[in-house]
């Protein structure tokens, strides 16, 4: 914000939409969230000696022991590591930052009631830490296809925007939950509670065909995360482009659920001052 | 310093209200809440923190508040900061308002010296490039000398409180607010606040003060409002408030 240029006018009784006005916001606070985003990623391997190497051996560490587990059981599964772990990635990157938005704004909720900033920094911020994670998550990805032998095909070009997806789906979630999370601190362990329920529910590290006939339509189709973790893992792990309705449905459940998030968390953004 | 009536206002309230609503139990989850609202049983308490107030501050002005704890000084504040949406009424604010409330807010205590002044600077919604602009006045101003690339957690406590004042004042504010935080550090980081204080007084930037010190409100308000109960008891020059504050 530029103080000398231009007298900024405030008129509590003028004010118009709260979501565009938080969306302006955004963009005038621009370098505060490159500020949080780098604040979260430099404080979280400051003192740890292996540093951002961190971000590519959880998801590695965790492969290598679910493939021990379970290679033998799917072995339907071609490629299982590379199957398995383009499926985690993308799933620890929704865990991960939803649970910082939630995390975020409880942090932030103490600055809210000092200075004005636009409140939804905070999720904003977490969203951007998480794709920074996610980026670095590839390498192990990588490695571990080029490892087992599967081709990485030119189709990893569609992989930015199947992250952009992934990241306004988060968004949109982490909107939602966060303003919950104003109200009722519960919410955050609750949360936990459905993600592990959600995640079994999603075939990430078994294959989608060993879900009972009777029951697959209803946990493939109509759970969001199956779209979006499909549009991820099919142009890395199958070496193609999804298709055109893969890629529809997945982008319409991300938009929606962002402008939703967006939506209700600008109408009830005034409130949370007002709680004490 | 004369006040006449040409001085254009900065700051109007009008009618200005804020109401909070209390749940008559606490509920603290949202498992209870569900239950409490199947039941019929949420009830709220409302009360005004305040009530109609209305204010004209003209710019240059150095406009105090006082009253007890509770009398709603520091919501007042927060209504003028944005902070707060007032419940009813009109806010009308000309100019940035540069809140200066607990020195360090929002400091990292992992983060070098350097790297909290661009965080701290742009939660105060300065751009990078204007806080690179900057960044050798601020650490001078707050005397950090090697420590700016060591973690805030190496800081002495003063250091820390020199480093949150040199961010927040670093730039000639418009309306400047605050709230009981002056008396923080020793005798010559305290001398070195006073002159910069001193400074934006002669610059005319309009400044807004809450404090419990009747001394530092003869010393430096043009203008003083008592404010009681969520309502303005007294309006007018920093001795005739006071008279009557201490009288009611």
Not at chain 1, 145 to 174: E, H, K, N
Not at chain 1, 248 to 267: D, H, P, Q, Y
Not at chain 2, 59 to 87: D, H, M, Q, W, Y
């Amino acid at each position: 914000m530029e103080v000398s240029e231009k007298t900024m006018i405030y008129d509590s009784a003028k004010r118009g939409s709260s979501a565009l006005e938080e969306l302006r916001g955004i963009f005038q606070y621009r370098d505060l969230i490159y500020q949080l985003v780098r604040r979260d990623i430099v404080t979280r391997y400051k003192r740890s000696v292996l540093g951002i190497a961190w971000t590519m051996l959880q998801p590695l560490g965790m492969m290598i022991v679910m493939t021990v587990v379970f290679s033998s059981l799917f072995q339907t599964v071609e490629g299982y590591p590379s199957y398995l772990l383009s499926g985690l990635i993308a799933w620890t990157f929704f865990a991960q930052t939803t649970t910082a938005a939630i995390h975020q704004i409880v942090w932030g909720g103490t600055l809210l009631h000092r200075i004005y900033l636009p409140r939804t920094s905070f999720a904003v911020s977490a969203i951007g830490t998480g794709v920074i994670n996610l980026m670095f998550s590839l390498v192990p990805l990588i490695a571990i296809m080029l490892i087992t032998g599967r081709p990485i095909q030119w189709s990893i070009i569609f992989v930015p925007i199947a992250m952009l997806l992934l990241a306004a789906f988060a968004l949109g979630v982490g909107l939602i939950l966060s303003t919950l999370a104003i109200y009722f601190p519960d919410v955050t362990e609750m949360y936990q509670i459905i993600l592990v329920a959600w995640m079994y529910l999603t075939p990430i590290i078994y294959p989608e065909e060993i879900l009972p006939e009777a029951y697959r339509f209803w946990v493939t189709n109509l759970n969001p995360m199956y779209h979006l973790i499909q549009i991820f893992r099919i142009p890395l792990y199958g070496g193609i482009l999804p298709s055109w309705t893969e890629v529809a449905i997945a982008s319409v459940i991300a938009v929606a659920t962002l402008i939703i998030g967006w939506l209700f968390f600008s109408k009830k953004a005034d409130e949370f001052t007002y709680q004490a | 310093m004369q006040l006449n009536d040409n001085t254009e206002t900065v700051i109007r309230l009008e009618n200005v209200s804020v109401r909070y609503r209390l749940p008559e139990e606490r509920i603290g989850t949202l498992k209870e809440y569900a239950i409490r609202v199947l039941q019929k049983r949420v009830r709220y308490n409302s009360f005004w923190a305040l009530h109609e107030i209305a204010i004209n501050i003209k710019k240059g002005e150095i406009f105090g508040f006082i009253g007890r704890n509770g009398a709603g000084k520091s919501t007042l504040l927060k209504v003028i900061s944005r902070v707060l949406v007032p419940t009813e009424g009109r806010v009308w604010i000309k100019g940035q308002v540069s809140p200066l409330l607990e020195l360090g807010a929002g400091f990292h205590p992992e983060l070098t010296g350097r790297e909290n002044v661009f965080l701290n600077g742009t939660l105060l919604g300065h751009s990078r490039r204007e806080i690179e602009d900057h960044l050798e006045e601020i650490t001078d101003f707050a005397e950090l000398g090697a420590f700016i690339d060591a973690p805030l957690r190496t800081f002495s406590s003063g250091m820390v409180a020199r480093l949150g004042f040199a961010v927040a004042t670093t730039w000639k504010p418009e309306i400047l607010i605050l709230d009981e935080v002056l008396s923080v550090g020793d005798e010559a980081f305290q001398l070195k606040c006073k002159n910069r204080m001193q400074g934006f007084r002669t610059e005319q930037v309009t400044s807004l003060l809450v404090t419990h010190s009747m001394q530092t409100v003869e010393a430096l308000c043009t203008r003083v409002a008592w404010i009681d109960h969520g309502i303005i008891k007294a309006t007018g020059t920093p001795d005739e408030v006071i008279k009557a504050y201490r009288q009611g």
